[in-house]
Structures are given as structure tokens and as C-alpha cells.
């Protein structure tokens, strides 16, 4: 199992920064990749961005050029640094881990953190 903590979220001005962190506990083996999600009220959660154990990262084009995500591995950490806040921004914000193990995919999810844009 692995137990993910998200932090960081908050009331922002359209035009501000964010940061957004997820802490990961417990059985880090296989973990292939880490990412953030998030679901605006009446919408689908959506992949905003992910970084695999390599290094790799890949991004929703709705954040790209704003939003950047790193991961600290000696920590079990991953972030998210969001600039350019739109209010359409506003959403939860779910951390997500993947395991790949014996051909199977596991997913863990975090709690989620608010994250508002307004004026």
C-alpha cells in the first residue's frame, strides 16, 4: 500500500503561484510514476501532469508553459508549481501514484487539496 498527503493548496489572485506537494508513504517498490489530477464541481477528474520513475514528464496542454512538475525520489516527494493561475484553475487537486507490478497497474490516490482563483 502506499499512503499519499497532499498540501499546499489555497485562495489565489488570477496571475499567482501555487505549490503543491505530495508526500508519499509506505511501499515505494514499482512505483512507476507520480502524478496530479484534478476535478472542477460537475466535471471529470483530468490528468493535469506526470512524472515517471525515469525522469519523464508529460503535461495536459491546458498547463503547459504554467504548471511544472519534479519529484524528490530520496524524499518520496512530488510537486506541483503552479504560476499563471486562471480561475479555471480552481479545482481539488488529487496526487496520484502508480505501481506496475506482475503485468498489473495499481493506483493510489491522495485526498486532494482545494485549490481556488479568485479575485
Known amino acids: 500500500q502506499v499512503q499519499l498527503v497532499e498540501s499546499g493548496g489555497g485562495l489565489v489572485q488570477p496571475g499567482g503561484s501555487l505549490r503543491l506537494s505530495c508526500t508519499a508513504s509506505g511501499s515505494m517498490f514499482s512505483i512507476n510514476a507520480m ?11 483530468e490528468l493535469v501532469a506526470v512524472i515517471f520513475s525515469g525522469g519523464g514528464t508529460n503535461y495536459a496542454d491546458f498547463v503547459k508553459g504554467r504548471f511544472t512538475i519534479s519529484s524528490d525520489n530520496a524524499k518520496n516527494t512530488v510537486a506541483l508549481q503552479m504560476n ?12 496520484k501514484a502508480q505501481r506496475i507490478t506482475s503485468g498489473r497497474v495499481y493506483e493510489y490516490w491522495g485526498q486532494g487539496t482545494q485549490v481556488t482563483v479568485s479575485s
Not at 502524478?35 to 477528474?45: L, N, S, V
Not at 499563471?84 to 496526487?95: Q, R
Open 35 to 45: 502524478g496530479w489530477h484534478r476535478q472542477a464541481p460537475g466535471k471529470q477528474r
Open 84 to 95: 499563471s493561475l486562471k480561475p479555471e484553475d480552481t479545482a481539488v487537486y488529487y496526487c
